[in-house]
C-alpha cells in the first residue's frame, strides 16, 4: 500500500537492505578491486598518468610478486612500446587503443599460490573453441619471457 502511494506521488521508496546476505556475497579482496576500479575510472577521465601508477602498484606489492611484476612490466613495454599502462582493478595493467589487453594478477592480491598474467576478451589470442586467458607465474626464465612476448604480440595483432 505504502509502495503505491509513493507511486502516486511522483516518488519512490527507499532501497533498504531487509538482510545482511548482500554484504556477504564478495570477498574483501574483492571489495577492494571494485574500489580500486573505481578510483581508476575517476583518474582515467582527469587524465592520470597510467606509467605512474602501475609503476606505484607494483612497488606496493611485496617480494616475489614485485620482482616478477617488473620484469612482466619490462618484456611488455620492450614488446609492444605502443602499449599503454594503467591499472585495471588495482593491477598493472596493458591497454590498446584505451581496451585493457591484459593484466598481471599478484598472488597476494587474492591470496592465491601464484600469480598471473591474464588477458581480456580484447585479446586477440582466440584458438578454436577453448583457449586460456590466464597463465600462472611461478618462475620468470628466458624461455617464459619469450611465451609472454609471444603473447603480448599475438594479443594486440
Excluded at 95 to 124: E, H, M
Amino acid at each position: 500500500m505504502a509502495e503505491k502511494q509513493a507511486v502516486k506521488k511522483g516518488t519512490r521508496p527507499s532501497a533498504k537492505r531487509t538482510t545482511g546476505e548482500a554484504s556477504e556475497t564478495f570477498t574483501a579482496e574483492e571489495k577492494a578491486a571494485m574500489r580500486e576500479r573505481a578510483r581508476e575510472v575517476k583518474a582515467a577521465a582527469a587524465k592520470a598518468d597510467g606509467e605512474s601508477e602501475v609503476v606505484a602498484k607494483i612497488a606496493e606489492m611485496g617480494g616475489r610478486d614485485r620482482v616478477m611484476a617488473e620484469r612482466v612490466h619490462a618484456v611488455i613495454k620492450a614488446t609492444v612500446p605502443a602499449i599503454s599502462p594503467r591499472t585495471w582493478y588495482g593491477m598493472p595493467a596493458y591497454a590498446k587503443d584505451g581496451d585493457v589487453v591484459c593484466f598481471f594478477k599478484p598472488a597476494q592480491k587474492f591470496k592465491t599460490r601464484y600469480a598471473t598474467l591474464g588477458f581480456s576478451d580484447k585479446a586477440k589470442l582466440d584458438e578454436g573453441d577453448m583457449w586460456p586467458t590466464e597463465f600462472a607465474l611461478t618462475e620468470l626464465n628466458d624461455a617464459v619471457e619469450a611465451r609472454i612476448r609471444a603473447l603480448v604480440e599475438k594479443a594486440v595483432s
